[in-house]
């Protein structure tokens, strides 16, 4: 039987050893990774648990984050675990950066060497315990402005500033996020989790115009949204910056394909959220990175 089109999960997370084997020590080292897995409820992947979900489920490329700890030594550590990811799995891991929130030279020297080692983008960047300002805003746009036009997308947690609470729900309202598209109007972003419902306000022309170069991806919508916000999203932004992102190991691939076969969208449609939109994203040569590995 032939295989259909490629399917892309643009939004996991992987931990190194001793991150998953000793996370109370980490928990106690960086309070927004507290604030996320000091239950031990939640989930930490390893390449092999990723592998499995993916096979279970189809998915033939995922792409790979870490976390942005506040230490930028934890976050080399957790990018070379990426990268040791993407050399044993190069056909089928699409690894980010990950960068502590602060703009400085060892920043910026970390994100030239991750990009030259073959990393696709930056992210998933997050503050979750607590909400942006203006001055997050400007050191993420003097650290990433740089990158405006060289396709590397940034990948940005964001979150619904209503309904109910969960750890790391910070974002009170979703000015900071319409900011940053202001002031980085080059730079391809991709907002997490449907962009905390950014998408909606699209029907504003002025920012309609930011979000140009935005994606949005699915990243935990089960646990969000009822189904029909996949059809609300193609009628406000169109099928083409929709990107698939299970959120994994939070939630099964399988449980978006469920939901996505029941949304009421024509097949075409649904092959471009579970991966054309992100094939043509990666496929995109990157100015660091085109040489390693395969393209998607």
């Known amino acids: 039987m032939p295989k259909g089109p490629m399917i892309i999960d643009a939004h996991t997370h992987l931990f190194p050893d001793e991150v998953r084997q000793k996370r109370q020590s980490f928990c106690r080292r960086d309070e927004g990774f507290r604030v996320i897995y000091e239950d031990e409820r939640a989930r930490l992947a390893s390449l092999e648990d990723l592998l499995g979900a993916m096979d279970r489920n189809g998915v033939d490329r995922s792409v790979i984050c870490g976390f942005p700890w506040k230490d930028p030594g934890l976050c080399r550590e957790g990018n070379d675990y990426l990268l040791e990811c993407f050399r044993r799995q190069a ?7 990950s960068l502590p929130p602060c703009s400085t030279r060892v920043v910026e020297r970390e994100l030239e060497r991750c990009l030259s080692r073959g990393m696709r983008g930056i992210g998933e ?6 909400e942006m300002t203006l001055k997050d805003i400007r050191c ?15 990948l940005l947690h964001a979150n619904e500033p209503v309904g109910h609470d969960y750890p790391g729900k ?3 309202g979703l000015r900071p996020i319409y900011q940053l598209l202001l002031a980085l109007s080059e730079l391809t972003i991709i907002l997490a989790h449907w962009g905390g419902g950014f998408f909606f ?12 170069k935005v994606f949005y991806d699915t990243a935990a919508s089960p646990f969000l949204y009822r189904p029909q916000i996949y059809g609300l999203a193609v009628k406000i932004v169109g099928p083409e910056r929709i990107l698939f992102g299970s959120d994994y190991p939070l ?11 029941h949304s009421g969208l024509p097949g075409h449609v649904r092959a471009k959220i579970k991966g054309l939109n992100a094939q043509r994203l990666f496929s995109r040569k990157a100015e660091y990175g085109a040489s390693q590995g395969n393209p998607v």
């Open 251 to 261: 939630i099964s691939p399988g449980r978006y394909f469920e939901e996505l076969k």
């Open 91 to 97: 056909n089928r891991m699409i690894p980010f950066a």
């Open 125 to 130: 960047m997050a503050l979750y315990h607590r």
């Open 140 to 154: 993420l746009s003097s650290i990433l402005r740089p990158l405006s036009g060289r396709r590397i997308p940034f």
């Open 170 to 172: 910070s974002l009170k």
């Open 201 to 212: 306000y699209e029907l504003m022309p002025e920012v309609a115009r930011a979000a140009q």
